[in-house]
């Protein structure tokens, strides 16, 4: 005896698992693995993109150095350009070689005439080491101030950002000026003054200098402190004095 489809309780099982797989199929085709629409696979199957890191924030600047970390200004003891007793003072650490020193030095001078009493100006050293004829300029500038005083300081500073740094052009700088030739010889020879450039250079790096030109602004009445590095524009001073002046 045969069994029929209708007798065979089997049968009708087997058709319903025959078009079960038949209708998953039909679906993968549909689905775009046999010409469906591609992307939606390509939608499944991407893996998630990494998420893009933000760029780092710029470093804040430093804060400006507190008033008792600058060398006190000392008539006895800096070179000053202006009224002694000014409420403002803009504290120079400088280079003799340095060619933003040399840009600097107009600006310096035209702060001091449009301020007229109110700003002074003292003149640090802050010789780079990288800078050959640095340190000895310096010191000629110092030796200049032995014999004539704060007057031919200035002078020979105006000469050297003028003319250079090399030691002939000090000698020359130093003759121009009428001073003891033999004695300005015998001091730069001798390093009168080279611990004291050092001092200054010292006194510098413990109130945040570390380039030149260094320029700190003071409010000695306030104790207020502006630091502007570098040489800057004459208006981004005069920003930062009338700001102290206000205070």
Sequence with gaps: ??????????????????????GYGLAIGANGLSGGDPSATARIA???AAP????????EPPPPPTYDKIVAVDPSEDHIQGKENA???II??????????????PTMQQIVADYDGKVNWVFRHFPLAFHGNAQKAAEASECA???GGNDAFWSFADGIFEKGTDPPILKQIAADLSLDTSAFDGCLEDGT???EIQKEMQGGSTAGVNGTPGNLIVNHKTKEVRVVSGAQPLQNFKDAIDELLEG
């Design 193 to 195: 003054f080279a611990d």
């Design 87 to 89: 409420v403002i003072s």
């Design 52 to 59: 893009v890191p933000s760029p780092d924030a710029p470093p």
């Design 92 to 105: 120079e650490y400088t280079d003799f070689q340095c060619p933003f020193c040399q840009r600097h030095h």
């Design 145 to 147: 101030a032995a014999q």
């Design 46 to 48: 991407a893996p998630a």
């Design 1 to 22: 005896m045969s069994e029929t489809r209708d007798s065979n309780p089997w049968f009708g099982v087997s058709m319903a698992l025959v078009g079960i797989i038949v």
